[in-house]
């Protein structure tokens, strides 16, 4: 597969903003120590769509078909023009956000977005869930044109470890939750190879340059052994199979999907998508093995309007 040309990093402006926000923000400590009430502001922002060819070059990626996305944007393209305001909403926590995981996403799909629309963006940190050790932060987005501009819903939910405080007793030795694993059972939609410049293109098309996505040096010194797919990065080759292979690819009957991102995939690497006749939706080696995502879609009988 050819690799993403550079030239869309020129669209990827906001959220490298954003991703300099934060350094800045992770370099100068926190603002405040106390822990923020929820739900939060909403923060809302005007956004450029994302321009054809950055979208023919994402279902490009995801191993998509083109007509499954004629006059519209893919849904999981969505932290594209998102993110940046998603950033802007966790501005003022007291947790070091350069030690933050995407954990997970849920998505409803309530409208398609018509391609080469302006977009609005409303994002807010909706909840908290703190612990001596980690904190799980749930944010909700809320996209689309002006006419529908909740159109696309996601919430995030993002993991940042806390040191633990000195003198707290350590964690009883209970063991650590397992992986989900792909059942048995679980149907195979897609059988990919994922290069080792996946990170890197998946970047580009979003503006996420975290490094332990595209830096081996970087990923090794974060404790992986190369670098990782972008948990979304999964999450769209996962939609796109789950579109061609389960919907003939009719995008318009994907009502819903959910994702757990329960192990980092390294790149590069074979990455299977299952389904099971329950709805669920997995991304791994093979039936029986550990998941790299985890997750759930809802899908409509017939497809709905463009």
């Known amino acids: 597969m050819s690799p993403v040309p550079f030239k ?13 926000a934060t350094a800045i923000g992770a370099a100068r ?11 939060g502001p909403w923060i809302e922002a005007a956004a450029k769509a994302p321009s054809s060819d950055l979208v ?19 849904p999981h ?16 926590v007291p947790y070091p956000l350069q030690k933050i995981v995407n954990a997970g996403v849920t998505l409803a799909i309530r409208a398609p977005i018509p391609a ?8 807010r940190l909706e909840a908290l869930d703190e612990s ?3 904190v799980v932060m749930t944010t909700r987005i809320e996209t ?16 940042v470890p806390l040191a633990r405080p000195e003198g707290a007793p350590r964690a009883n030795g209970a063991p650590k939750p397992e992986t989900p694993r792909v059942p048995d059972d679980a149907r195979e939609l897609a059988y990919l190879r994922v290069a080792a410049s996946a990170g890197l293109d998946f970047a580009k098309l979003t503006g996420d340059f975290n490094p332990i996505h595209w830096i081996p040096a970087y990923a090794r010194a974060a404790g992986f052994k190369a670098c990782i797919l972008h948990g979304f990065g999964e999450l769209a080759l996962a939609t796109s199979a789950l579109v061609k292979g389960l919907l003939s690819g009719d995008a318009t009957r994907l009502r819903a999907i959910e994702a757990r991102f329960t192990k980092p995939f390294v790149l590069p690497g074979k990455l299977g998508i299952y389904v099971t006749d329950a709805g669920e939706l997995f991304a791994g080696d093979a039936p029986g093995a550990a998941a790299y995502l985890a997750g759930r879609f809802e899908i409509a009988a017939t497809g709905g309007p463009r």
């Open 8 to 20: 869309h990093i020129l669209e990827q402006g906001p959220m490298l903003r954003a991703l300099g």
């Open 29 to 39: 400590g926190p603002r405040s120590s106390e822990k923020p009430a929820t739900p």
């Open 56 to 74: 023919r070059a994402f279902v490009a990626f995801t191993r998509g078909d083109q007509a499954s996305y004629r006059g519209v944007v893919p």
């Open 77 to 92: 393209l969505f932290p594209q023009w998102t993110l940046a305001s998603a950033s802007r909403a966790l501005a003022g």
């Open 116 to 123: 080469g629309e302006p977009l609005v963006v409303r994002a």
């Open 132 to 134: 001596p050790t980690r």
């Open 144 to 159: 689309g044109p002006r006419a529908a501009p909740d159109a696309l819903v996601a919430e995030l939910r993002t993991y």
